[in-house]
């Protein structure tokens, strides 16, 4: 696994920067239905104590096989690299799960979300990738804003499961670096390895639970282990060997902020207004640095025609 920064020909143009940016749009949408499967009434009936470990593993395990027999075999090679990013993104599946289970679903997930800071200090750390000064706006805002949904969530005894909730979003942001560092490899290779890594995890403690599921439910899950998992982390490997780490890691901050209103629009449930308050936070400050990114390019463009211009002076 390569560590060292991008080379000059590496940097992408505008137009893939476009395309790569879209892409994780995309990928946030499709992860963000995850809220829409799991409330869904076939899924919903079954035991909270078996809902955890039964999805958790199969879910990863459909994503995992579903890519595997789309890779080819030429593009199926040992690196070392590979280490860390299964082991990230297992540890980012487990401790998630676990964190739902002791906390609130929201206070769960939006602490995963704290990977955005991560990524950022590990991509600068580990990549020695230049961190842009407008990516340090939304940083703060998306920092501000789950800080406030958190807060908004909090009750007593919740302590461990906000904790591995931050632990998860410490993985997420390992699991964004090692994409990254591996970027030459096969992302389908990479996202099946990494779901089957997941599911092997988890499975012994799936593997303890007694409950039979239904043809309902086993569809439900397959559907949701290729279509809300597999692809969108397919998606966002394919974009991660364009836009930074830090990058990368702030737009799918959509996810959290999309599901709850998937599940309103379905379900009838009700959206907190913490969740609408602190999602207006990242998001505004999410296009504050798009927005500040396009003006400043026009204004270097601009530069050079205004030095080919110089004024006339004064006789």
Same mark, same amino acid.
């Given at each position: *696994? =390569?560590?060292?920064?991008?080379? @000059?020909?590496?940097?992408?143009?505008? /137009?893939? !920067?476009?395309?790569?940016? !879209?892409?994780? +749009?995309?990928?946030? +949408?499709?992860?963000?239905? #995850? #809220?829409l499967l799991l409330k869904a009434p076939p899924l919903a009936a079954i035991p909270v104590e078996a809902r955890g470990p039964l999805l958790a593993c199969l879910r990863t395990l459909f994503a995992g096989l579903f890519f595997i027999l789309l890779v080819r075999r030429d593009r199926m090679r040992w690196n070392p690299g590979l280490i860390p990013t299964v082991a990230t993104f297992a540890l980012m599946n487990v401790t998630y799960v676990?964190?739902?289970? !002791?906390? =609130?679903?929201?206070?769960?997930?939006?602490?995963q979300f704290t990977s955005t800071v991560w990524a950022a200090l590990m991509s600068v750390v580990i990549l020695k990738e230049r961190l842009d000064r407008t990516t340090l706006i939304p940083l703060a805002g998306t920092l501000l804003g789950i800080g406030w949904i958190v807060s908004s969530h909090h009750s007593p005894g919740q302590f461990w499961g906000n904790v591995l909730g931050l632990a998860s979003g410490v993985f997420?942001? #390992?699991? +964004? +670096?090692?994409?990254?560092? *591996?970027? %030459?490899? @096969?992302?389908?290779?990479?996202? =099946?390895?990494?779901?089957?890594?997941?599911?092997?995890?988890? *499975?012994?403690? /799936?593997?303890t639970v007694d409950y039979q599921l239904s043809a309902t439910q086993w569809a439900l899950i397959s559907f949701s282990g290729v279509v809300q998992m597999a692809i969108p982390y397919l998606l966002f490997a394919r974009s991660v060997r364009v836009v930074k780490s830090s990058e990368a890691a702030l737009i799918p901050v959509l996810e959290p902020l999309l599901n709850p209103i998937w599940v309103w629009l379905a379900w009838g449930e009700e959206v907190d207004a913490s969740i609408l308050l602190g999602g207006a936070l990242i998001l505004g400050t999410l296009v504050a640095k798009y927005a500040l990114d396009a003006w400043l390019a026009k204004r270097? /463009? %601009?530069?050079?025609?205004? =030095?080919?211009?110089? #004024?006339?002076?004064e006789s």
């Open positions: *696994m =390569s560590l060292l920064p991008p080379s @000059d020909e590496d940097a992408p143009s505008s /137009a893939a !920067l476009l395309r790569a940016r !879209l892409t994780l +749009v995309l990928a946030s +949408v499709l992860w963000s239905i #995850g #809220g676990l964190s739902v289970t !002791l906390t =609130s679903a929201a206070a769960a997930i939006f602490l997420y942001g #390992g699991v +964004v +670096v090692s994409l990254r560092a *591996m970027r %030459r490899e @096969d992302s389908a290779w990479l996202t =099946s390895l990494n779901h089957l890594g997941a599911s092997l995890l988890v *499975m012994p403690w /799936a593997a270097q /463009a %601009r530069l050079p025609a205004e =030095s080919s211009h110089p #004024g006339t002076s």
